[in-house]
């Protein structure tokens, strides 16, 4: 606890390392999310290879991925390999529980699966292991002792080091805070989302680590969601709009539409930085193919958001 205090007086480079609970594995604050367009043809594999390795000159150290984000894996394994980064400097979370039907992925959470997903990972991204396995959006039915022991059992054969859950759902993360079933846990946390926050310090009390995902809660605040530019800010906005989720999200954004307009401050560095600030959040996990965005979230890890405007954030997030 004491560890966490300290680090909520402020975050003074990105090669700050913060404890994942009680894994033994130490996170970089940023983590660097590679769904979303960095996985797809909406950008090329150079550009993907060259937003990996800023990623890293940047100084974060935390990537993650899942066996269901196109071609994420590959263009990871790719990177490492074509600027020779040591895979033993870098922490890699990725996702399992997804069988591909007529070339969709579907959920499909069992052990023999599980241990598919993790090999066909381990070979894509052409690493020995893997840091954080995540069962991608279980339901609480899913969290069974056989999978529990496919866990142990890919621990034993050093292939995953710690293993969790991504998931968005109350019941589901309110079930891991009772049992302590997992070690590690994503989701979404924004300044939209502040209502995880209770979930977020019970889970850091029983050891569990944190790590946000959506974290800049897929910039649904920003005025630069309407900046079209080409085929990926399309992409972003067709998905605001498509997806029940992503339109949820939007719709409660709306009362922080004021972060466009903060004296002296970014509002996405404010946002990204109000998730970062929370001492039982161990990493944050930010989409971008912009260098000009991963520079500012890099930077965004030494700015102070001043009360007035936290307690604005704090405010629109009980509204
Ligand atoms: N979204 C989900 O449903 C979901 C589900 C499971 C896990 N996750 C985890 O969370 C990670 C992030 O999720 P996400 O990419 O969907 O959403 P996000 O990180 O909350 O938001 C990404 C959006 O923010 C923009 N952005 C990034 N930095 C910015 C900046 N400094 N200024 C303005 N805009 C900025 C990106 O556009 P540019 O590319 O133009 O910068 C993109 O439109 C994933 O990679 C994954 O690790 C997310």
């Given at each position: 606890m004491e560890n966490a205090l300290n680090r909520a007086e402020g975050v003074k480079k990105p090669q700050e390392r913060r404890s994942l609970g009680s894994t033994g594995i130490l996170v970089t604050p940023l983590c660097y999310g590679c769904a979303s367009a960095f996985a797809r043809d909406l950008i090329s594999d150079d550009k993907a290879y060259?937003?990996?390795?800023?990623?890293?000159?940047?100084?974060?150290?935390?990537?993650?991925?899942s066996v269901h984000y196109g071609k994420a894996e590959d263009r990871i394994g790719a990177s490492l390999k074509k600027y020779n980064i040591d895979r033993n400097e870098i922490v890699i979370s990725t996702k399992a529980g997804k069988k591909l039907v007529n070339g969709k992925w579907v959920q499909d959470i069992n052990p023999a699966r599980i241990k598919e997903n993790v090999d066909m990972s381990l070979k894509r991204m052409n690493i020995e292991y893997i840091d954080v396995l995540y069962l991608?959006?279980?339901?609480?039915?899913d969290l069974t002792e056989d999978v529990f022991l496919c866990f142990d059992e890919l621990k034993k054969a050093g292939k995953i080091r710690a293993c969790g859950a991504n998931t968005f759902s109350d019941d589901v993360i309110d079930h891991i805070i009772q049992t302590k079933c997992l070690d590690v846990v994503m989701l979404d946390y924004n300044i939209v989302k502040q209502n995880r926050e209770p979930q977020i310090k019970a889970l850091y009390e029983k050891g569990i680590g944190v790590v946000a995902g959506q974290a800049l809660a897929?910039?649904?605040?920003?005025?630069?969601?309407?900046?079209i530019h080409g085929k990926k800010d399309l992409w972003y906005l067709a998905r605001t709009f498509g997806r029940k989720a992503s339109r949820e999200l939007y719709f409660r954004s709306r009362k922080f539409r004021f972060m466009n307009r903060?004296?002296?401050?970014?509002?996405?560095?404010?946002?990204?930085?109000?998730?970062?600030?929370?001492p039982y959040v161990a990493g944050a996990s930010v989409g971008t193919v912009s260098f000009e965005h991963l520079q500012k979230n890099v930077d965004a890890l030494n700015i102070r958001i001043p009360d007035d405007v936290r307690d604005r954030i704090k405010k629109a997030g009980k509204q």
């Open positions: 060259a937003l990996f390795k800023a990623a890293y000159d940047l100084g974060i150290r935390f990537f993650d991925t991608h959006e279980p339901t609480v039915k897929e910039s649904c605040f920003l005025w630069d969601l309407y900046q903060l004296e002296n401050l970014d509002g996405s560095q404010a946002a990204l930085k109000y998730v970062l600030d929370n």
